[in-house]
């Protein structure tokens, strides 16, 4: 190989050229088609596993079944070999969120409403609750480990002026810890948003948004570190490696929105980078959520819009090994808050808060290929099947499900579930970033 086609390689490898770019940069430098399909070819072997995780990976069983959840206090559990409704089970207001068991036989429902207090365990094989645990004002997300060993719980309101952090033990659902965070300023809003955790199961990672920090919680001392961030912090995502961690934060009047990456190699976690979102012709800006591609060569970004204003569109794509901005792409969708990934990696699928329109973005050309427009109302969340060929999306003012044929980007089969607004999250594979699919 030689000086300019290793150039070529390296490039497409960090990001820096999608697909139709390195064939056209190919063609310049004379290169035969059936050469350059080979360079291409080597130059995806190489970008799939770009630096794999050193920890070992809990086998992760991808259920046979899809929950939808529901603002009004319901869980719909759908058959998805049949397709069916299969059962319908209470949870709480504002239960929208949850999280699976990598075994795939538990999903922890936060119930986030005004006055929730509780976190309900549904038993996938019985289709039944098994338990309510009570854990704190407003549990937002519960999300269980990477080992599948705890649930990380933090809450949208705070318990005695503090900011609670519940951790709950799967093998036995009990508390096992709690975790309350002093905070010096007065909430505006909720005073929280997501979680993960480091690829280890070590790290729980939240934020504060009374004090706007980073809150990293050590589950093996129960010891706390707090890093201030600019503006209200909204996602934080560790890379597919566990080497780093991606906070996104929303920006302010002030403050731009954006992207801060910590070291998660070294003790003090250090920023190793900081990046803002390109927002030139946007109505609104709120940078909302950010997650890897499957193959960790991107990292997007999407701008919501803040509050009402939910008129985003741009996703922002940044290469994930320069650490800069690469790619721009505007969606038909509006408010764009969440890029779920396919299986494969191929293909991306923009969701949003605003209008009822679904973008699938094609990961290698770089663009939107099929806007989709279902329903009546916005399209929040998506859930693939393990071939990727089907996704279902939950509607929230409709409440039901749409199973999408992602080969054939249509529309196959509405199933009706809560029929009324208020349709949450659909899931079901464990997930630690639920925009990202489990990586062998």
């Not at 948003?193 to 790290?203: G, K």
């Not at 990934?341 to 094609?362: C, E, H, K, M, W």
């Not at 009706?416 to 349709?423: C, I, L, S």
């Not at 999250?425 to 630690?432: A, F, G, K, R």
Request: proline letters at 6%.
């Amino acid at each position: 190989m030689n000086k300019n086609a290793k150039h070529l390689v390296k490039a497409y490898r960090d990001g820096r050229l999608s697909r139709r770019e390195f064939m056209e940069a190919a063609g310049r430098l004379g290169l035969a088609l059936p050469l350059a399909e080979g360079l291409l070819g080597q130059a995806r072997a190489q970008s799939a596993s770009p630096n794999p995780s050193p920890f070992p990976q809990v086998p992760v069983v991808w259920p046979e079944v899809v929950v939808q959840l529901h603002a009004a206090g319901s869980a719909y559990i759908v058959d998805t070999r049949t397709d069916s409704l299969v059962a319908t089970l209470p949870t709480g207001k504002g239960a929208t969120l949850g999280s699976t068991t990598p075994d795939g036989k538990k999903v922890y429902v936060s119930n986030a409403g005004e006055g929730e207090t509780e976190v309900v365990v549904i038993d996938l094989e019985a289709k039944r609750v098994a338990k309510r645990i009570a854990t704190g004002n407003r549990p937002k997300h519960g999300l269980v480990s990477p080992d599948g060993r705890l649930v990380g719980v933090n809450h949208w309101g705070l318990d005695g002026g503090k900011l609670r952090h519940t951790f709950i033990r799967t093998q036995d659902d009990t508390i096992v810890r709690v975790v309350d965070l002093e905070v010096s300023g007065t909430p505006r809003g909720v005073t929280s948003m997501h979680n993960a955790w480091s690829l280890d199961s070590r790290l729980f990672f939240a934020v504060d948004r009374v004090d706007n920090r980073l809150v990293v919680i050590d589950t093996q001392d129960w010891s706390v570190r707090t890093f201030a961030v600019p503006s209200a912090p909204h996602y934080p995502v560790p890379s597919p490696d566990g080497r780093e961690l991606w906070l996104v934060h929303e920006g302010n009047e002030s403050v731009k929105p954006g992207v801060i990456v910590y070291d998660l190699t070294r003790p003090e976690m250090p920023v190793v980078a900081r990046m803002e979102l390109p927002l030139i012709g946007e109505d609104a800006v709120e940078a909302h959520h950010g997650n890897f591609s499957q193959d960790g060569r991107y990292f997007f970004v999407t701008n919501r819009g803040p509050g009402s204003k939910l008129a985003g569109r741009e996703v922002a794509v940044f290469s994930a090994a320069e650490k800069r901005l690469v790619y721009r792409t505007t969606c038909a969708s509006t408010g764009v808050g969440h890029v779920y990934n396919s299986p494969d990696g191929r293909y991306a699928v923009v969701t949003n808060y605003g209008n009822n329109v679904l973008s699938i973005l094609d990961i290698e050309q770089m663009k939107v290929v099929k806007d989709l427009v279902i329903g009546s109302g916005r399209m929040g969340h998506v859930a693939f099947t393990p071939d990727g060929r089907y996704f279902y999306a939950s509607n929230d003012k409709d409440g039901n499900l749409f199973k999408v044929d992602l080969w054939r980007m249509r529309v196959v089969k509405e199933i009706r579930t809560a029929n009324a607004p208020g349709g949450g999250q659909v899931l079901n594979v464990w997930t630690n970033v639920f925009e990202e699919l489990p990586r062998s």
